[in-house]
C-alpha cells in the first residue's frame, strides 16, 4: 500500500467506440495519493480524523480520443465524463475492457473523496435527488453549512487496494 506522501497514477484505457467509420478511445487517468492527517479534516459524518492518520485520494479525470487513420491523436473532450462513458457502455457503442465497469463504478463513487462540500446527509440527498443545495444552506440533521469546509470520505483499505491493481 501506498506511504504517506506518495502518489500512484496511470492512464487505463477504458474502451473504444466507433462512430461513423472512426474509432474513438475511451481513457481513464487515475491519481492515487496518500497523505498524512493534519487533524483538521473531518469526516462527512462530521467525526473528527486523528493526527497522522493515512488518507488516500482518488482523482479520475477522463479523455475521450479520436484515433486517425495516419495514427494522429485528437482529445475530443476531457474531464468529468463518465456520463457520456457510462451512457455509451449501456448502449453497447462501447467495446468495453473487463475493468470498464471497475474503473467507472470507483470513478462515480470515490472521485475527490476528500473534497466532499457537503455532510453526508446531505450528499445522499443530492445522491436521490440530483439537487445540491446552496453555498451556507445548513443541514436539517448536523447542522453543517454547505461548501464550508472539504469532508473525507475516507477510502477503504479494500478500495486502495483495488485502485493500486489498476495502476501497477
Ligand atoms: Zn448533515
Not at 52 to 63: A, T, V, W, Y
Not at 99 to 110: A, F, H, P, S, Y
Not at 146 to 163: A, H, N, S
Request: net charge negative; hydrophobic share 35%.
Amino acid at each position: 500500500m501506498l506511504k504517506s506522501g506518495e502518489t500512484l497514477s496511470g492512464t487505463v484505457q477504458i474502451g473504444t467506440e466507433h462512430r461513423g467509420g472512426v474509432a474513438i478511445e475511451w481513457q481513464a487517468e487515475i491519481k492515487l495519493s496518500c497523505s498524512e492527517s493534519t487533524g483538521r479534516q473531518r469526516t462527512v459524518g462530521l467525526d473528527a480524523i486523528p493526527v497522522g492518520l493515512l488518507l488516500f485520494r482518488l482523482s479520475i479525470s477522463g479523455e475521450e480520443v479520436l484515433c486517425h487513420s495516419n495514427g494522429h491523436r485528437t482529445f475530443l473532450s476531457a474531464g468529468q465524463n463518465h456520463v457520456a462513458v457510462r451512457a455509451a457502455m449501456k448502449e453497447r457503442r462501447m467495446i468495453c475492457r473487463p475493468v470498464t465497469g471497475i474503473i467507472l463504478n470507483l470513478w462515480e463513487d470515490w472521485n475527490l473523496n476528500d473534497m466532499n462540500a457537503g455532510c453526508a446527509h446531505q450528499n445522499y440527498v443530492t445522491k436521490l435527488t440530483g439537487d445540491e443545495p446552496e453555498i451556507g444552506e445548513m443541514c436539517e440533521v448536523c447542522g453543517f453549512r454547505y461548501g464550508y469546509d472539504f469532508l473525507v470520505r475516507p477510502l477503504p483499505d479494500k478500495t486502495v487496494e483495488q485502485i493500486e491493481g489498476l495502476l501497477r
